[in-house]
């Protein structure tokens, strides 16, 4: 089992920026990738970004250039930083982590609103 706890989200204007935090604990030697997928009212979830135990990352086309994922191994951490936000980029973020073996797990969503 792993649990994922996420933190950071909140209300900035257009433009601004806002940095997500996600800590997983459990059987955290079992995790391959950890990342971020975003849903907004109406929508599908979507795949934000995701970052593989060795540093291969991913990006939805949306976001690129805007966000950078990073993960820190020892501290059990994924972290979102979010610049040049744009009112489009509303939604509940979700962290995820896939573990070797292909189960996905998630955290409880933290709500990000870019006001323009």
């Known amino acids: 089992q792993v649990q994922l706890v996420e933190s950071g989200g909140g209300l900035v204007q257009a433009g601004g920026s806002l940095r997500l935090s996600c800590a997983a604990s459990?059987?955290?030697?079992?995790?391959?990738?950890m990342g971020w997928y975003r849903q907004a009212p109406g929508n599908q979830r979507e795949l934000v970004s995701v970052?593989?135990?060795?540093?291969?990352?991913r990006y939805a086309e949306s976001v690129k250039g805007r966000f950078t994922i990073s993960r820190d191994n020892a501290k059990n951490t994924a972290v979102l930083q979010m610049n040049s936000l744009k009112p489009e980029d509303t939604a509940v973020y979700y962290c995820?982590?896939?573990?070797?073996?292909?189960?996905?797990?998630w955290g409880q969503g933290t709500q990000v609103t870019v006001s323009s």
């Open positions: 995820s982590a896939r573990t070797m073996w292909g189960e996905d797990y």
């Open positions: 970052i593989t135990r060795v540093g291969t990352t």
């Open positions: 459990g059987s955290i030697f079992s995790i391959n990738a």
